[in-house]
């Protein structure tokens, strides 16, 4: 099926052999295809929540992940709340899961960070016993597999995937698969009920995009520097602003279709990069997250520095010398609700560094990248 704005219609003769696919990795029961992970989040909350009040519906998101996870939870009148990570990981694990949850829990989403897919097993098993749904999200890990050998998205009652920029395929669209009924059943009326404000239009939403994220950027500096004063609390004012970002319905079927059978090269041309960056920098004051090599998908390559109070100066002299290295993964909680304390997000956070792996560079780029960071890390 795709979201067609105001209701659902049938999957596009284009999307067949990709909706085929996915059913058939995860065992699913459907596609719905939209247009961003963050649409099918926002579908996944409100299969969720049904006709629950409000207030009464929590779910639990990773404190390390991308803030759409939680921006989508809000639209969709579920409270988020949030678990702390592995601080060698940044995946949230059972224990971090259990010590968010209450009766008002609903949900919990476990996000590929990353494209790692450790320790998913016991959280499903966790959610299945209490009657929790499990969102799986894989956004940053599309073709990843599981300790087991299954699939990321196998495992989750729904499983959202991203092909936006940023991701592994980088087309457009989004996907929300219903793994386990009751789900599936459910999903025309609650497209039907909650879908696109009708005023909607592409332009503004890309320059409301644009604020979104310069908002974002500038509340992160004021988090690093610990100037906790009123940041949140005008954040969550001004939120609403951005009513029905990254909502909108997938805009070309034919442009994923065409890029579907490129999944797999496109990991290798990453792992090569991630193996070639592996092998410049071991050795250095840093801890290289190597979990790419068990799941098969690095979206990004990441390492966590041991100089956390140097990390924005290193990270200006890197690009300085051209690369684009990015530490914006700042803990969601501070944004959302600093009361969910998340000691270890924090400290994974101040330690982080992404670089590019996709096809935007190469390995000679990525060589005279690696070189850069090993000639300005502090000694
Ligand atoms: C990018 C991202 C999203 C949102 O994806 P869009 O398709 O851009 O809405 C959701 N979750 C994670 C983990 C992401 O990295």
């Known amino acids: 099926m795709i979201v067609l704005g105001k209701s659902l219609g049938p999957t596009p003769k284009d999307l067949e052999g990709p909706e085929a696919d996915l059913l058939e990795q995860t065992e699913g029961n459907s596609v719905i295809w939209c247009g961003s992970a963050t649409a099918a989040l926002f579908w996944a909350y409100r299969i969720v929540r049904q006709d629950e009040e409000e207030a009464n519906s929590e779910v639990i998101i990773p404190a390390i992940g991308c803030d759409a996870v939680a921006h989508a939870a809000l639209q969709a009148g579920l409270t988020p709340r949030f678990a702390d990570v592995d601080p060698q990981s940044g995946l949230i694990n059972l224990a971090t899961v259990e010590a968010r949850a209450n009766e008002k829990t609903r949900a919990v989403v476990f996000i590929h960070l990353f494209g790692q897919t450790a320790q998913i097993a016991p959280i499903a098993e966790w959610?299945?016993?209490?009657?929790?749904?499990?969102?799986?999200?894989?956004?940053?890990?599309?073709?990843?597999?599981?300790?087991?050998?299954?699939?990321?998205?196998?495992?989750?009652d729904l499983s959202?995937?991203?092909?936006?920029r940023t991701k592994i395929l980088e087309c457009g669209g989004g996907a929300l698969l219903t793994r386990t009924e009751p789900f599936g059943d459910i999903v025309d009326d609650i497209v039907e009920a909650f879908a696109l404000p009708s005023e909607f239009n592409e332009e503004r939403a890309a320059s409301l995009a644009l604020s979104y994220r310069n908002l974002h950027h500038a509340l992160v500096t004021l988090f690093r520097h610990r100037l906790h004063t009123a940041p949140w609390q005008l954040f969550l004012s001004i939120l609403p602003a951005y009513a029905g970002l990254g909502l909108a319905p997938m805009r070309d079927p034919s442009a994923l279709s065409e890029s579907w059978t490129g999944v797999s090269p496109q990991l290798r041309r990453r792992l090569e990069k991630a193996e070639h960056y592996s092998s410049v920098l071991s050795g250095g004051p840093w801890t290289l997250l190597d979990s790419w090599r068990d799941s098969g998908v690095c979206w990004r390559y990441s390492l966590l520095v041991d100089f956390p109070d140097e990390l924005v100066k290193f990270s200006e002299a890197v690009r300085k010398d051209g690369f684009h290295v990015s530490n914006l993964y700042w803990p969601l909680n501070d944004f959302f609700r600093p009361g969910d304390v998340c000691p270890a997000a924090d400290r994974f956070a101040r330690r982080i560094v992404n670089l590019r792996v996709d096809d935007s560079v190469d390995l000679q780029w990525v060589d005279r990248c690696a070189h850069s960071l090993l000639a300005n890390c502090p000694r």
Request: proline share 3%; charged share 15%.
């Open 127 to 156: 959610c299945h016993r209490h009657g929790v749904t499990l969102i799986e999200d894989i956004a940053q890990a599309q073709g990843a597999h599981l300790d087991d050998g299954r699939p990321a998205g196998s495992v989750g």
């Open 160 to 164: 959202v995937y991203s092909f936006n």
